[in-house]
């Protein structure tokens, strides 16, 4: 009986030492899911086997549920990390500078020129170098940063490029990109001229230094390349946006090649592994042209610190050293009594503004227009102002010259003879009668100067009151402008006048006489004699000359 129960024992196709081997995991998958079928259709003929089927049932239980746990395993650590944003290391419009142009918590140096909306690095000149980074020192463990920029140019090519830093220094001027060589850190580099003629770009190179290195701008930094792609990043629709990822000791690049408005529109460029920077330093972002030259321009740097999943974001007040936020709480509290103490004294001077709204601080489109008529208006104020001075002007000297006229006439006739007086009379008499016509004139043109300056001022009293008009305003702007040009007509005329005034003919200068000639024609034919002598001469001596120095030949 042993003997028939051994032998259909040792016929059974699969016991426990046909278990497979753990190199595959498709397979003991496959093995588990098929062992217990076998082991039921087995158990039936003996029942000796039993213990050893349940043995290799739970053996392929527990292999199951190990592959099971390894499956989930890499997906638990692949959640995303938790992000906050870092406002003290960033920078974005509008309003990014201040009216000194400078930067909140950032640097600028060389040619970077701060603006409302953007930080331009460099202009479009040659031989530029600019660069801003941040004040305070970063001692994230890990970050990403998010860069939109702009780089422009003319040329079909352009130089040299953009770059973007992770340094323990601040490297605020140098020769690679516009900052200094031999960082100790990371350089993300936007390359758009072509050093080594290998037609490779622009393009994006990741270079790490320990300080040491000194870059190869020969090669574009190939031989020191820890990570690049191709990408065309000049002369976009819109601008060009990078993200730059540092998470577990890994540095990754997307970038986003500005053809779409879609600000999540990224796409892979590079990624370094086991990469170890500094655990602290500063951010910066600087740009240099060469013989060709581009705008780079930067329109928002933002940075966010990373978290693991599992660990619990450090709070905000950790941050601030106690006495620094004791210090500001006290600045605070100091202004807000200051505040208060203000509210006070404008309200027992204004009780009449005592709960009135607030006016709106944004002005309307409405209001700008108003504003920019107002304007104009004091512009052309200004102007008439300043020629009724020189107007004025003119009607003094010509009242001084009517008087200095009407006393020289008074002269002649007490003490001029009687035929002089007679001869002299009617031109003095034309003259007095233009200079008083001029003077006529200036008059009038100035009555109307004031005419215009009432007008307008008037147009301004009715501007500044409620419920003014297009209308009104039109029609003062064209009473304004029918002024002026009678005022011009009104100048032209004088002109033509003094032009054609036959006062000046009759009055004139006594011609100067005929200045007698020096040289007479003795003195004329004794030059030409001498000369003629000295020239006979000179040549008869340069003969002599050469002939002597024939001799030696």
């Known amino acids: 009986m042993k003997a028939k129960e051994n032998g ?10 046909d278990i497979p081997s753990c190199s595959s995991w498709t397979e003991l998958s496959a093995t588990s899911a098929v062992i217990p079928n076998m082991a039921v259709s087995v158990a039936l003929p003996s029942v000796a086997g039993a213990p050893s089927l349940i043995l290799t049932f739970v053996t392929a239980l527990i292999f199951h549920r190990s592959v099971a746990d390894i499956s989930t395993g890499p997906s638990s650590s692949e959640e995303t990390p ?3 944003f870092e406002y003290k290391y960033s920078f974005k419009g509008p309003h990014l500078s201040q009216p000194d142009g400078s930067i909140p918590f950032w640097i ?3 040619n970077a020129i701060p603006s409302a909306d953007q930080v331009r690095i460099t202009p479009s000149l040659r031989s530029q170098r600019g660069s801003v980074w941040t004040k305070n020192r970063v001692n994230f463990e890990h970050w990403e940063a998010e860069v939109t920029f702009r780089v422009s140019g003319r040329g079909r090519m352009g130089a040299d490029g953009l770059a973007v830093w992770f340094t323990s220094e601040q ?23 072509d050093n080594d003629g290998k037609k490779n770009n622009p393009a994006i190179v990741v270079v790490g230094n320990n300080g040491k290195l000194v870059y190869d701008h020969q090669n574009d930094g190939a031989t020191q390349a820890l990570g690049t792609c191709l990408r065309d990043f000049r002369n976009k629709p819109y601008p060009v946006r990078a993200k730059i990822k540092y ?8 970038i986003n090649n500005g053809f779409t408005p879609d600000k999540e529109d990224y796409e892979f460029c590079t990624k370094v592994d086991t990469m170890i920077i500094p655990t602290d330093g500063f951010f910066g972002i600087s740009a240099a042209t060469g013989g060709l030259a581009d705008d780079h321009d930067v329109l928002s740097f933002l940075l966010f610190r990373l978290t693991e999943p599992g660990q619990q974001p450090p709070p905000p007040e950790s941050e601030i050293p106690k006495e620094e936020k004791d210090k500001y709480q006290e600045e605070f509290q100091n202004f807000q009594q200051e505040l208060d103490k203000k509210k006070e004294e404008f309200q027992k001077e204004h009780p009449d503004v005592q709960g009135e709204p607030i006016e709106d601080l944004y002005e309307s489109v409405n209001d700008r227009e108003i504003r920019q008529v107002f304007e104009g208006q004091n512009r052309i104020h200004l102007e008439i102002k300043q020629l009724h001075r020189q107007l004025a002007m003119i009607l003094d000297e010509q009242r001084r010259y009517v008087s200095v006229i009407t006393d020289e006439v008074a002269k002649k006739g007490t003490n001029a003879e009687s035929g002089q ?5 009617p031109q003095l008499g034309s003259v007095l009668a233009t200079q008083q016509e001029v003077l006529k004139n200036l008059n009038e ?4 100067f004031y005419e215009s300056l009432k007008q307008i001022g008037s147009a301004q009293h009715q501007g500044n009151a409620p419920g003014i008009g297009t209308y009104e305003t039109i029609q003062h702007f064209n009473e304004i402008k029918e002024h002026l040009h009678l005022v011009k007509k009104d100048v032209e005329h004088l002109v033509q006048r003094g ?6 003919k009759a009055v004139k200068c006594p011609e100067m006489p005929p200045v007698p000639t020096c040289l007479s024609t003795v003195h004329f034919v004794i030059f030409i004699v001498v000369q003629s002598v000295l020239f006979f001469c000179y040549v008869m001596y340069k003969s002599q000359q050469e002939a002597a120095a024939k001799k030696f030949f």
């Open 247 to 254: 998470y577990k000791k890994t540095l990754t690049v997307m």
């Open 499 to 504: 032009a054609q005034n036959p006062a000046e």
């Open 82 to 84: 938790h992000r906050r």
């Open 8 to 17: 259909p024992m040792r016929e059974r196709p699969v016991g426990p030492t």
């Open 421 to 425: 007086v007679d001869s002299a009379s």
């Open 445 to 448: 043109l100035r009555n109307s």
């Open 108 to 110: 600028h140096t060389g």
């Open 171 to 193: 490297g605020l001027d140098g020769p690679v990109y516009g900052a200094a060589d031999q960082w100790n850190g990371v350089g993300i580099f936007f390359d758009s001229f």
